[in-house]
């Protein structure tokens, strides 16, 4: 009876092939499962990988965007701050050249009244309007080119006619103005008309 359950219990070759053959399936699934399990951690690891750096690609174009527009703006910024300082430099321009006229007429008034009386009250209040017109040319940063006995400057002087010189010094100098030149602001607003030596 002994010898009966020790051969129940104890396997037949058979059995062994079949139960060996069973684990070898389960362990062959189980493999495959891990590698799939494997192949969808990759792939995500991999799809996560190109989406940093199509966002890293990304973030770099944002910022030089971000650089290029902003030195832009700083150029934009410069430009228009040197522009406005400009207009407010010689805001007035045309104005002031256009008053340089009457200066020439009081000059041209109060050369006639040499002969007239100090006293005169004609002659006192034409020089007094005179003044008052060079004080305002003054704040207006307008000054008078000198020319008379200077050398000739095509920078400042316009010529209108050559003739023979005084004196030996004088050849190639102003001998004469016939028109002030004047300057705003270092720029010459009007050059002055000169008679030149030679």
Known sequence: MAEKVKKETEPTPEEVQEQVAQETQEENANHHTEDKSDKKKKSKKDKKDVQIEELEGQLHEFQDKHLRLQAEFDNFRRR???????????????????????????????????????????????????????????????????????????????????????????????????????????????????VIGE
């Not at 050369?111 to 004080?135: C, H, M, P, R, W």
């Open 80 to 194: 228009t701050l040197k522009e406005k300082a400009d207009l407010i430099k010689s805001g007035g321009e045309s104005v002031l050249i256009s008053i340089l006229p009457v200066i020439d007429d009081f000059e041209r008034a109060l050369d006639s009244l040499k002969s007239v009386a100090d006293e005169d009250a004609g002659k006192q209040g034409t020089l007094l309007i005179y003044n008052k017109f060079k004080d305002f040319l003054k704040q207006n940063n307008i000054k008078e080119i000198e020319a008379i006995n200077q050398d000739f400057d095509v920078d400042l002087h316009e010529a209108i006619t050559k003739i023979p010189a005084p004196s030996d010094e004088m050849k190639g100098k102003v001998v004469d103005v016939v028109q002030k030149g004047y300057c705003l602001n270092e720029k010459v607003i009007r050059f002055a008309k000169v």
